[in-house]
């Protein structure tokens, strides 16, 4: 079993500094998001700029991290499924900084029927990512533990599935008023938010290939 904290302290450290941008970014996701649709546009900006800031702290971090494992020779058995491991996480900043600079630039007209919904697929999406980082953490430590973890993650991302084609089919078949591509538009809207909670998913199917593979 492997033990990341035993090969190198300074790498262990180094990985949890980019975890802990990660977990700013995905609250900044969330925040930004909320304060977005309940129209606090000052709120937003922030979320935003301080998000941009973070995914650039983690992409510095991550690239410390693969300097670390290619000039040490880290793990050689495991660590090109680690640094894809990482690269996985740090999509998840990627798209959360990405859907708050789109509501920026599109800035995507919100009806007040719907705000409540929305409000729940950025709870529920944002859930799916804040559950994936602690297992992350403990595989470096304690990969038995791992799975545990990992069905919480799942769990919110079957959620915001549901919630997402419910919001879908609402929009389509309830909102009259709305004009074609203002459905398309929300539509659009509610895919991109569903992303955070998808790359979650992805980081937790990658985490189970993983301690599989150790323990072979």
């Not at 992350?136 to 973890?149: G, H, M, N, Y």
Request: proline share 2%.
């Amino acid at each position: 079993m492997i033990n990341i904290l035993k090969t190198s302290k300074s790498v262990a450290l180094t990985i949890d500094e980019f975890f802990d941008k990660i977990d700013l970014g995905i609250l900044n996701f969330k925040k930004g998001a909320n304060n977005y649709i309940n129209g606090n546009s000052a709120e937003f900006d922030q979320n935003l700029k301080t998000i941009n800031i973070l995914e650039i702290e983690a992409d510095t971090i991550k690239r410390k991290i693969e300097n670390e494992f290619y000039l040490h020779s880290l793990m050689p058995n495991y660590s090109s499924d680690i640094l894809n491991l990482i690269e996985s996480v740090d999509d998840i900043i990627d798209k959360s900084k990405d859907i708050l600079n789109q509501f920026d630039v599109e800035t995507p007209h919100m009806p007040e029927l719907i705000k409540k919904d929305y409000l729940e697929l950025v709870s529920l999406s944002s859930k799916s990512a804040e559950n994936v980082i602690p297992a992350a953490r403990i595989f470096f430590t304690s990969p038995d533990e791992v799975k545990d973890k990992i069905q919480k993650v799942l769990f919110y991302n079957r959620e915001a599935d549901v919630l997402s084609n419910n919001i879908k089919r609402k929009i389509f078949q309830e909102f009259e008023s709305l004009q074609l591509s203002e459905k398309i538009h929300l539509r659009y809207f509610t895919l991109h938010i569903e992303q955070v909670s998808d790359a979650a998913k992805i980081v937790a199917h990658l985490l189970s290939s993983l301690v599989i593979k150790i323990k072979m």
